[in-house]
């Protein structure tokens, strides 16, 4: 077991650390130096000469990385060139409404998949399956902002139900901070569900079709019982990993999901980073992103040993 | 990508008739069907479609019409012309990054499916690729290279070659344990007949059905960059474009954005039931 946890964990670490490489790179892989860049374009040679020296970008290359993965590592990201605010102030302002509009999108999501995925598998090929398997291959192909605006027509303009736009903190209330997640939270969710429905079924369908399921309905054991109490445990493990790998998909649709919806996460910040050729920041979410990726896929993989206990050994 | 998984449909056709080929693999045919409506549509665009371009102020934000099939968007653009020529950009972002994929991944996923030093290197690159979510790589690439659709098409690509690496060699090292491959190496075939007559093949298939994915997130990924500005140049007629500059009409003006998002929609879902029949087809093992 704490082998198992030591070799995942080491693992991370080597993910993160290319990751870091990669992102730094980034930068200085674009055609012009980063201090021209982030001069601007009217910066006389002096000025970018002083913005080298500043950022240290006149010493060697493995220096200037050493530099930079120590700051990351304890959080400093550099300041943002357009507003001169440090990138971690920036993210800390954005982190409520991101991470609330993850959450009830993960929450509703996994659950209305897990239960859908769990039925289609029951009565597979059945009506329920059919429709099912549809909107699964519907949430794949429709892009998340259409998904978004059809659903802010439908429910906020034309039936008054949702408000259009926005994003409430919590400490104003659950019920407004909710109205203001329901819209882009089913937005974003769609895809997600798809994926996690379709892992679920088919994981499903070839657990169901195994001995023990069938000595527990010889035994009388009720459907719900079969499906949730034998056969979802041990469909388990690929479900939770594609919930955990689904967390790629789902940050991406953040950053489109927040420009629909006009919420002021994460994702925002990085599109008008873009508008402003602001790339400390878009390094920064680029990191910190990445490294909520690969830290929930670590959790996901220690899951199993609950999940399954087989996997401790 | 399409031209691999033409060749066998032709032959099946020929021997069977069109008929059994659509009971066996209805959502292959259907969304082959669509494809080849939407490639004819985008082609001849120049001879039924009005100029997407030209201006009308005028006639800004019209609903659909006889004149305006589509109606009009808020510069008094023929949605329906934009719509037909933005076909053009997804289709061929869609078929130059499957084609990228597919190459990357052959060259990339058999070289570290053969040595291990290349694989030990390239497939860590890879683990840190697929750690960063695909549509902000997308996005930095963009916004520090600058530039028209290669820029745009690189961007997309990038983020979409590690999956591809993994199939690749997965099958390899699956297939070089086989006792044919095993008899080619004790017998002394150069590395390179190996991995062209023995190995080559077995990639063909799974690599058609992945490049049929690959296409269809392509296409939505740059819908997606270029309705967040960070794609192709908001003068070029593209879905995502259409939609990022009819943002503020949506209550005014639905069609200016349905249009090209149901467009979308539509492409994508044909491309991915297309590759989903192509892969039941192909590989029986996964058939349902």
Known sequence: MAAYIARRLSATLVVMAI????????????????????????????????????????????????????????????????????????????????????????????????????????????????????????????????????????????????????????????????????????ALGLAYLALIARITRASM??????????????????PLSQLFGHALRNAGVPIATVIGIGIALLISGVVLTETVFNIPGIGRLTV?????????????????????????????????????????? | MSDVAILPIAAEVRRHGLRRLFQRHPTMVIGGTVIAAMVLLALAAPLFAPNPLSMNPMHRLRPPSGVHWFGTDPLGRDVFARTVYGARISLFVGLTVALGGVAGGLVFGLLCGFYRRIDAMVMRLMDGLMAIPSILLAIALVSLWQGGVPVVILAILIP??????????????????????????AGGARTSKILR?????????????????????????????SFLGAGIPPSIPTWGN??????????LAPWTIFCPGIALAILVLAVNLFGDGLRDWLDPRFAR
Not at chain 2, 160 to 170: G, Q, Y
């Open chain 1, 205 to 222: 369908l070839e657990v169901l079709s195994e001995d023990y399921i069938r000595t527990a309905r010889a035994k009388g054991a009720s």
């Open chain 2, 160 to 185: 979409e070659l590690p999956r591809d690496v993994r199939l690749v060699r997965s099958i390899v090292l699956g297939v070089r344990e086989r006792p044919y491959v095993e008899a080619a190496i």
């Open chain 1, 19 to 186: 990751v870091g490489v990669i992102v730094f790179l980034l930068l200085h892989a674009a055609p012009g130096s980063p201090a021209a860049i982030i001069a601007g374009d009217n910066a006389t040679p002096a000025q970018i000469a002083l913005i080298n020296h500043e950022l240290g970008l006149d010493r060697p290359l493995v220096v200037q990385f050493g530099i930079w993965a120590w700051r990351v590592v304890r959080g400093q990201f550099g300041t943002s060139i357009f507003s001169g605010v440090p990138v971690m102030d920036l993210v800390e302002q954005r982190l409520p409404a991101t991470v609330s509009l993850s959450l009830v999108t993960i929450a509703f999501a996994a659950t209305i998949a897990v239960i859908a995925g769990v039925f289609a598998a029951w009565r597979a090929g059945g009506l329920l399956d059919q429709v099912l398997m549809g909107i699964a291959a519907l949430g794949f192909s429709v892009p998340v902002f259409v998904v978004g605006y059809l659903l802010i027509y439908l429910f906020a303009i034309t039936l008054h139900w949702l408000p259009v736009q926005g994003y409430v903190p919590l400490s104003r209330g659950l019920g407004s901070w909710l109205a203001h997640l329901v819209l882009p939270g089913t």
């Open chain 2, 242 to 251: 259409m939609i990022a500059g009819s943002e503020l009409y949506l209550a």
């Open chain 2, 197 to 225: 007559r023995h190995i080559l093949p077995s990639t063909i298939a799974p690599l058609t059905v992945q490049g049929t994915y690959v296409c269809a997130s392509a296409i939505l990924v740059e819908a997606g960059l």
């Open chain 1, 272 to 313: 008008d980073a873009i508008t402003n050729r602001d790339y400390p920041i878009i390094q920064g979410v680029m990191v910190i992103f990445s490294g909520v990726y690969v830290l929930i896929n670590l959790m996901v993989d220690l899951s199993y040993t609950l999940i399954d206990p087989r996997i401790r050994r």
